[in-house]
């Protein structure tokens, strides 16, 4: 009887200890095949982007190339699909991946850059020596933002300790549950969401860029719907509410999401309370005009070995918009390219319509905008456009890279474009 009661005592403690320690074994090799199974999944669908880039230079034929386009749109949908299922069902790993990346990208950024000032003499190699283990020892890992760490790292609040403060008092935090609707396609913006946590899902069909809609749709018969998912971190709706034009996408929660919401009449407020050069809204427009300018680049051969993360800190670049009835004198020896990323632009030599997104030649050196009057309308009738487009701006890269933009007037005060 002893003896049964030492050997149950001693599976009971045997249990108690290694099953524990097994299960922590299993969970650990359960994540790290996931953590590969998700860098898989995302290299797949960075390949596919690539590769359909080149498709259109290298095939000849062009109903070929549609139809590889075609299945290469499939195959990415559905990496994109698993992409965010892993997200819906382990958003903490996925947190995880993209946060040891993106932490990882910064220490060998560092450490590039330190080799390069130590190659050059500028840092002593006994320093570099010393700044590189400082570089070692920086954490891997970072806790998840709060909404107050995100308004901060925003890209056009950032340092501004004011406007910071305004858009606090000013927001507001939504929740909602799996299978919400944060808005819809073709109905009007309401403000702008930056998301704090959970995961959305965004579908729609490829956006018009400012293009009027009836050219547009003659340019492009067939619209590709296109499906997209967002993170914390990402904002929806800035390009509508600026341009105050109906919404191009819907956006449906795939887990539970919080928002911070910022109304539109706020971000209007917003607009004419920071005026000072730059303007906030011209910050806005700088940072959708420089994702608009890199896809633009990585979609051009001549840009394909480019580095695109360099050319969105570019510091010499400004956005300049192009008033009706007016020209702007581009390529004047001061900037190396011209990119239209919003509206539509006709050379006023050669009489040839761009329509955004795209890079114009060279050999344009004067632009006006195109303006689009449908029959049954009347310019001098139409007072009212504040929800129109009125503008087109320009974002223009000192010897460096420029961008051309129309854009819409959405304040009722003359906003101003700085060059800084």
């Keep these: 009887m002893y003896f049964v009661c030492r050997c149950d005592l001693f599976h009971y403690y045997l249990f108690q200890l290694v099953i524990p320690r097994l299960i922590y074994l299993l969970e650990k090799q359960i994540n790290r095949q996931l953590t590969f199974r998700y860098d898989i999944a995302k290299g797949y669908v960075q390949g596919e982007e690539d590769t359909k880039y080149l498709i259109e230079q290298i095939s000849g034929h062009e109903t070929i190339s549609k139809e590889i386009n075609k299945i290469m749109e499939k195959n990415k949908q559905d990496a994109m699909k698993e992409l965010g299922l892993m997200q819906r069902d382990y958003p903490d790993i996925v947190t995880a991946v993209k946060t040891k990346q993106a932490v990882q990208t910064v220490l060998n950024t560092a450490t590039e850059t330190l080799n390069v000032l130590i190659a050059s003499g500028?840092?002593?190699?006994?320093?570099?020596?010393k700044l590189q283990k400082v570089i070692k020892a920086f954490h891997t890992t970072i806790a998840p933002p709060t909404a107050e760490e995100l308004l901060h790292s925003i890209s056009w609040l950032e340092n501004e300790k004011n406007q910071i403060e305004f858009i606090q008092k000013k927001a507001r935090l939504l929740c909602y549950d799996y299978g919400d609707v944060i808005c819809e396609e073709h109905e009007m913006p309401q403000g702008i969401h930056l998301i704090i946590s959970g995961m959305t899902k965004l579908y729609g069909s490829n956006?018009?860029?400012g293009v009027d809609k009836d050219v547009y749709e003659q340019r492009n018969p067939t619209r590709m719907p296109y499906t997209d998912y967002l993170v914390s971190g990402a904002i929806i709706g800035e390009l509508n509410c600026l341009t105050k034009q109906e919404m191009e996408y819907t956006v449906t929660c795939e887990t539970a999401?919080?928002?911070c919401f910022i109304s539109m009449d706020d971000l209007f407020e917003a607009f004419d309370k920071f005026l000072e050069c730059p303007s906030l809204e011209y910050k806005i427009w700088l940072k959708l005009a420089l994702d608009i300018t890199i896809k633009t680049f990585k979609e051009n051969l001549a840009y394909q070995d480019w580095s695109y993360k360099i050319c969105a800190k570019l510091p010499n670049v400004y956005v300049m918009d192009v008033p009706t009835h007016s020209k702007r004198d581009i390529y004047d020896g001061t900037m190396d390219e011209v990119i239209l990323v919003h509206g539509s632009v006709q050379d006023c030599q050669q009489l040839q319509p761009y329509f955004a997104p795209c890079i114009l030649p060279k050999t344009c050196h004067q632009v006006r905008?195109?303006?689009?009057?449908?029959?049954?309308?009347c310019p001098c009738h139409n007072k009212n456009t504040n929800a129109?487009?009125?503008?087109t701006l320009m974002l223009l890269l000192h010897h460096s890279y420029l961008i051309v933009m129309?854009?819409?007037k959405i304040s009722n005060k003359n906003t101003t474009f700085c060059n800084s």
């Design 369 to 377: 905008r195109i303006i689009v009057i449908k029959k049954n309308e």
């Design 122 to 129: 500028i840092v002593d190699k006994n320093e570099g020596a």
């Design 207 to 209: 956006p018009y860029y």
């Design 388 to 391: 129109t487009l009125t503008l």
């Design 257 to 259: 999401v919080q928002t």
């Design 406 to 408: 129309p854009y819409a």
